[in-house]
C-alpha cells in the first residue's frame, strides 16, 4: 500500500515557477513509476509527466516539455514537479501517481493516486 500526498501548490503570475511534491508513504516506492496528471475545471485529467523507479526515463506532455522537470528522490520517498514559465493555461488541480512501469502511469492506469493540490497562474 502506498499513500501519496501532494504538496506546493498555490497562486504564481505568469511566467512564474513552483515546486510540486508528492511524498509516498511505504517502504516500496523506490520500485514504483511515479507521474504528474492535472485537470482543469470542465475537462479530462491529462498526462503531465513521468519518471522510471530508477529515474533513469523520464517523459513529459508536449505542452509542458522544456519548462517542466520531474525527479525524485527514493530516499526521500519524494517525486517533485519543478514547474517554470508557467502559463495561465497551466492552471490546475495536479495529482501524482504511482504505478508499475512508465507506460502504465501515462496510460494512466496507476495503483495509486494522491489527492491533488491546486495550481492557478494569473495572467
Known amino acids: 500500500q502506498v499513500q501519496l500526498v501532494e504538496s506546493g501548490g498555490g497562486l504564481v503570475q505568469a511566467g512564474g515557477s513552483l515546486r510540486l511534491s508528492c511524498a509516498a508513504s511505504?517502504?516500496?516506492?523506490?520500485?514504483?513509476?511515479m507521474g504528474w496528471f492535472r485537470q482543469a475545471p470542465g475537462k479530462e485529467r491529462e498526462f503531465v509527466a513521468v519518471?522510471?523507479?530508477?529515474?533513469?526515463?523520464?517523459d513529459y506532455a508536449d505542452s509542458v516539455k522544456g519548462r517542466f522537470t520531474i525527479s525524485r528522490d527514493n530516499a526521500k520517498n519524494t517525486v517533485y514537479l519543478q514547474m517554470n514559465s508557467l502559463k495561465p493555461e497551466d492552471t490546475a488541480v495536479y495529482y501524482c501517481?504511482?504505478?508499475?512501469?512508465?507506460?502504465?502511469?501515462?496510460?494512466?492506469?496507476?495503483?495509486?493516486w494522491g489527492q491533488g493540490t491546486q495550481v492557478t497562474v494569473s495572467s
Open positions: 501517481a504511482a504505478g508499475v512501469s512508465p507506460n502504465t502511469v501515462v496510460r494512466g492506469g496507476g495503483n495509486y
Open positions: 511505504g517502504r516500496t516506492f523506490s520500485t514504483y513509476a
Open positions: 519518471i522510471s523507479w530508477s529515474g533513469s526515463r523520464t
